[in-house]
């Protein structure tokens, strides 16, 4: 049952008299309270609608455009997805950049350079320690600036298989004086880009390597990570943003607590939400994406009690799996919260969501989400990042 308007105010009666409380602790009872349960029969199918923010936009998705090295991209169609097709084939997963020449015409085995604070300076090759690499199972990579532009499409979930990034180093015996590891790929070699800063590099506390799980990938979907994905190695950091996700690794470098901030950690600061572009990569936060939620399709159906909208959109990010959601269609509306069901299993990856919808009138409606429970940090979507609008002409 839909929260009536005096509820979501917050005014309970207790003993006769009325209290006012927080709506957000008013939305995470009701939400608490949501059962996860099938939606019944959608109806026959009579279209789909456009989402977007603000006008319409043509889009292209699986192909590669907008330029060539640093500022080719390819955006992923997030209005596919289906209960079963929940993994990116790898020439649909998104590009934010291509493979750089350096890289692409490597002869050779491939080898990554350490040195730093370190027992002994070396040159890794590549095949001496993918006998390690391990199944790390669906992770999402998400580009920092994805946006409604691009309906969101860069954005892709694949299947990995790696080398856990604390076990290389933990090989390379770090002195006592190394506090974090400078992770470096090849596309800062003969390019340039009127748009991008060049340099692909990412420091990581020491300390925080088990907990953070990142790894060096070398297999995406059961295959070598493709040319334009950091082939033959990248690095993969679960549950933050790609511009941390350093392609085509070629280094690895111990430092200590004064190493400055990496030319990618500066151009990506506001991205990732950083108070401001630090000097040293010390002071840099978690380039880590918070719990969110967004639509990726309307459909248009006809039921027994006539014309219904089918809302199905993602949730995804976060440290843990949400499975209550809130709706709103537009800022003068209540938040309505309902269940994600099937209650997702994990956070790595998407999770689809379902929202069955009759409007009121014709009109063009936002379409707005949070997630109700309000201890869980979700700094985009509570800053309307993801909202997405639908124009309804019939109801």
């Given at each position: 049952?839909n929260?009536?308007?005096?509820e979501?105010?917050?005014?309970?009666a207790?003993a006769g008299t009325a209290?006012?409380?927080?709506?957000g602790?008013?939305?995470?009872r009701?939400?608490?309270?949501?059962?996860?349960v099938s939606?019944?029969p959608a109806?026959e199918?009579?279209?789909t609608l456009?989402?977007?923010?603000n006008?319409v936009?043509?889009?292209?998705?699986?192909?590669?455009?907008?330029?060539v090295?640093?500022?080719a991209?390819l955006?992923?169609?997030?209005?596919?997805?289906?209960?079963?097709?929940?993994?990116?084939?790898?020439?649909l997963a998104?590009?934010?950049t291509e493979?750089?020449?350096?890289?692409a015409?490597h002869?050779?085995?491939?080898?990554l350079?350490t040195?730093?604070?370190?027992?002994t300076?070396?040159?890794?090759?590549?095949?001496?320690?993918?006998?390690?690499?391990?199944?790390?199972g669906p992770?999402l990579?998400?580009?920092?600036g994805?946006g409604?532009n691009?309906s969101?499409?860069l954005?892709?979930?694949?299947?990995?298989?790696g080398v856990p990034?604390a076990?290389?180093?933990?090989r390379l015996?770090?002195s006592?004086e190394a506090?974090?590891?400078l992770?470096s790929?090849?596309?800062?070699i003969?390019q340039?880009?009127?748009?991008?800063?060049?340099g692909?590099?990412?420091v990581?506390?020491?300390?925080?390597l088990d907990?953070l799980?990142?790894?060096?990938?070398?297999r995406?979907n059961?295959?070598?990570?493709?040319?334009d994905?950091?082939k033959?190695?990248?690095?993969?950091v679960p549950?933050?943003?790609?511009?941390s996700?350093?392609?085509w690794?070629n280094?690895?470098r111990?430092?200590?607590?004064?190493?400055?901030?990496t030319s990618?950690?500066?151009?990506?600061?506001?991205?990732t939400?950083?108070?401001?572009?630090?000097?040293y990569?010390r002071?840099?936060?978690?380039?880590?994406?918070q719990t969110?939620?967004?639509?990726v399709r309307?459909?248009?159906r006809?039921?027994?009690?006539?014309?219904?909208?089918?809302?199905?959109g993602?949730v995804?990010?976060?440290?843990?799996?949400?499975?209550r959601l809130?709706?709103?269609?537009g800022n003068?509306?209540?938040?309505t919260?309902?269940?994600?069901?099937?209650?997702?299993?994990t956070h790595?990856m998407?999770?689809?969501?379902e929202?069955r919808?009759?409007?009121v009138?014709?009109g063009?409606?936002?379409?707005?989400?949070e997630?109700a429970?309000?201890?869980?940090?979700q700094r985009r979507?509570?800053s309307?990042?993801?909202?997405r609008?639908?124009?309804i002409?019939?109801?």
């Amino acid at each position: 049952m839909n929260p009536s308007r005096r509820e979501i105010l917050g005014t309970f009666a207790v003993a006769g008299t009325a209290m006012l409380v927080e709506p957000g602790e008013v939305l995470a009872r009701l939400a608490a309270d949501v059962p996860c349960v099938s939606g019944g029969p959608a109806g026959e199918l009579l279209g789909t609608l456009p989402l977007f923010r603000n006008r319409v936009m043509p889009q292209q998705f699986g192909v590669k455009y907008d330029g060539v090295g640093l500022d080719a991209r390819l955006d992923t169609d997030l209005s596919l997805l289906e209960p079963n097709n929940l993994i990116t084939p790898n020439e649909l997963a998104y590009i934010r950049t291509e493979i750089p020449s350096a890289a692409a015409t490597h002869q050779g085995p491939w080898t990554l350079e350490t040195s730093g604070l370190l027992a002994t300076p070396a040159v890794l090759r590549l095949d001496d320690f993918t006998s390690l690499s391990k199944k790390m199972g669906p992770h999402l990579f998400e580009c920092s600036g994805n946006g409604s532009n691009r309906s969101f499409g860069l954005m892709s979930v694949a299947e990995w298989e790696g080398v856990p990034l604390a076990e290389v180093v933990a090989r390379l015996k770090p002195s006592k004086e190394a506090t974090a590891v400078l992770v470096s790929g090849y596309d800062h070699i003969g390019q340039n880009s009127p748009r991008s800063i060049v340099g692909a590099s990412w420091v990581f506390p020491l300390a925080d390597l088990d907990r953070l799980g990142a790894f060096l990938a070398i297999r995406m979907n059961g295959e070598p990570v493709p040319a334009d994905h950091g082939k033959p190695v990248r690095l993969a950091v679960p549950g933050w943003y790609g511009c941390s996700w350093i392609k085509w690794v070629n280094e690895i470098r111990l430092v200590a607590p004064d190493e400055p901030a990496t030319s990618q950690m500066v151009e990506f600061a506001a991205r990732t939400h950083q108070s401001q572009p630090h000097k040293y990569a010390r002071d840099y936060a978690p380039a880590d994406i918070q719990t969110a939620a967004t639509p990726v399709r309307v459909e248009k159906r006809k039921g027994p009690n006539g014309l219904e909208y089918r809302i199905v959109g993602i949730v995804w990010g976060g440290t843990k799996p949400v499975d209550r959601l809130q709706i709103r269609f537009g800022n003068d509306q209540p938040f309505t919260p309902f269940a994600v069901c099937p209650a997702p299993k994990t956070h790595t990856m998407w999770s689809l969501w379902e929202y069955r919808w009759k409007p009121v009138k014709p009109g063009v409606y936002d379409i707005a989400l949070e997630v109700a429970d309000q201890s869980v940090p979700q700094r985009r979507l509570k800053s309307l990042y993801y909202l997405r609008q639908v124009k309804i002409e019939e109801i």
